[in-house]
């Protein structure tokens, strides 16, 4: 059978190369930070000024959280080799869980190993074929998973289109139970959902509200809690969804957290939650660093916020076209496919890290080079990367 088979996936192996869709690893060999070594093939130590990673608030190689997770790994061991109903739970996961929940001012949380699991194993457990989920568009891959593995009837919006989403939930009228799920900030945009209308016209049609808050926790927001904090609705949405794996430390781990009948029915029902192993302590451990980090004062959060601003007004001046942004994604828009690839590729050549992303990724003839802003970014590294984006501009033609 395999030697059938085998041609048929070279074969699709190379429509993937032809197509120019062929992902290839950039291999790091520095911890993950605002500056890096990437090996090239002509030179092993190649040092690039990082703006592709989600690590927002630079934690991913701060000391506090290494700590952190080798002391926990000296006190509680290396792994859990267990579900966490079976013998899988530590008071570290507990505390995390209690510390996630007092951060979004939610009533209990739920950790997952990624918050792709916590997608994945959200809607099945709560609603059945009876009732209706209205999903944004753009809405993240793990949640058009999730959707997928339950049975509710499934409406789907133009992403932030009130009038589209009033129009989905009279439709949906007709189910038991509604649940509109949106992503806080969405990915190749940087856009921020309009939670305030969504949780009007939630009121208004009789429905639960999800956001998944991978790209907005620990950056939206005054004091970087997230949409809630945006839009003033601590604490009255549903359902919010997160990572441990972007700005809160940039390790894994995922976690829904808000109602306390969901959460604990999700402990009954999730089978990511039931079928898959727990979070190794030693994150745990540095996950709560994390958030005692972010409520202990503002600094990081001020930081990425002055950072972010500066990189933008900076771009905007020297005459790029930047998609408006509430977060720390800066979309600079070449709308040409062919030209994200080649300038992408030229700013590499200047030591600067980006990625291009064009269709299907992003709609047709919206090709642009996303650009993610760090709170360890020094203002020399926005300098030098503000100077590469004008210098390679120019030499393409995307500004005067
Ligand atoms: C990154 C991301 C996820 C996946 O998070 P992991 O913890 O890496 O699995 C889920 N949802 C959204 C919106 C994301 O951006």
Not at 20 to 33: M, N
Not at 203 to 209: E, G, I, L, N, R
Not at 245 to 265: C, M, N, R, W
């Amino acid at each position: 059978m395999y030697t059938t088979f085998q041609k048929h996936l070279q074969e699709e192996l190379q429509q993937i190369e032809a197509a120019g869709l062929y992902k290839r690893e950039r291999v790091i060999v520095t911890p993950q930070s605002s500056g890096i070594a990437v090996a090239t093939t002509d030179n092993p130590h190649a040092e690039v000024i990082n703006f592709c990673a989600n690590n927002y608030l630079g934690l991913a190689d701060n000391q506090e959280l290494i700590d952190a997770a080798k002391a926990c790994m000296d006190r509680r061991g290396y792994g859990m080799a267990s579900v966490r109903f079976i013998c899988g739970t530590q008071d570290t996961h507990k505390q995390l869980e209690q510390a996630i929940s007092d951060f979004f001012g939610t009533e209990d949380t739920i950790l997952y190993a990624s918050c792709f699991d916590a997608n994945g194993g959200l809607f099945e457990p709560l609603l059945g074929q009876e009732d209706a989920i209205i999903s944004d568009a753009l809405n993240h891959a793990s949640i058009i998973d999730g959707v997928r593995l339950c049975k509710a009837v499934r409406y789907r919006y133009a992403n932030g289109d009130m009038a589209d989403l009033e129009k989905q939930l009279q439709a949906a009228q007709a189910q038991r139970y509604r649940i509109i799920a949106t992503d806080g900030v969405f990915s190749m945009d940087g856009n921020v959902c309009p939670l305030d209308k969504i949780y009007e016209l939630a009121q208004k049609y009789d429905a639960m509200v999800m956001v998944d808050e991978s790209h907005s926790a620990g950056v939206v927001g005054e004091t970087g809690h997230g949409v809630t904090e945006r839009y003033n609705l601590r604490g009255k949405i549903e359902i919010l969804t997160g990572t441990l794996g972007k700005a809160f430390g940039g390790s894994v781990g995922g976690f829904t957290t808000g109602k306390k009948e969901i959460i604990d029915l999700l402990r009954q029902r999730s089978r990511p939650y039931l079928f898959s192993n727990s979070l190794p302590p030693m994150i745990a451990a540095a996950g709560l660093k994390t958030l005692e980090l972010l409520t202990r004062n503002n600094e990081l959060q001020d930081r990425l916020h002055s950072n972010t601003a500066y990189f933008v007004e900076k771009m905007k001046g020297a005459g790029f076209d930047i998609k408006p942004t509430e977060s720390a994604i800066c979309a600079v828009m070449l709308y040409d496919a062919k030209l994200s690839q080649d300038m992408a590729a030229a700013l590499q050549q200047e030591g600067i890290y980006v990625t291009g992303f064009y269709y299907p990724v992003v709609p047709k003839d919206q090709a642009r080079i996303r650009v993610q802003v760090s709170a360890a970014h020094t203002r020399e590294q926005l300098d030098r990367g503000i100077a590469a984006f004008i210098k390679v501009g120019k030499a393409f033609g995307v500004i005067k």
